[in-house]
């Protein structure tokens, strides 16, 4: 464990800047694609309830 605490000091402030940067891009975009493939679905299932009653 303290060798993965030495390594991540060892990329300095402006490498984990833009690690945490990239994983934060990556996390924004996969939550905005998965939201937009599941929206259709969503609103069938809705529209689909309501002209049933």
Same mark, same amino acid.
């Given at each position: /464990? &303290? =060798?993965?605490?030495? &390594?991540?000091?060892? @990329?300095?402030?402006? /490498? =984990?800047? =833009?690690?945490?940067?990239?994983?934060?891009?990556? +996390?924004?975009?996969? $939550? +905005? +694609?998965?939201?937009?493939?599941? +929206?259709? $679905?969503?609103?069938?299932?809705? @529209?689909?309830? =309501?002209?049933? &009653?």
């Amino acid at each position: /464990m &303290n =060798e993965i605490q030495t &390594n991540f000091h060892c @990329l300095g402030p402006q /490498m =984990e800047r =833009e690690l945490f940067l990239t994983v934060t891009y990556v +996390i924004v975009v996969f $939550s +905005i +694609i998965a939201q937009g493939l599941t +929206i259709g $679905s969503l609103v069938k299932r809705v @529209l689909s309830k =309501e002209k049933a &009653n």
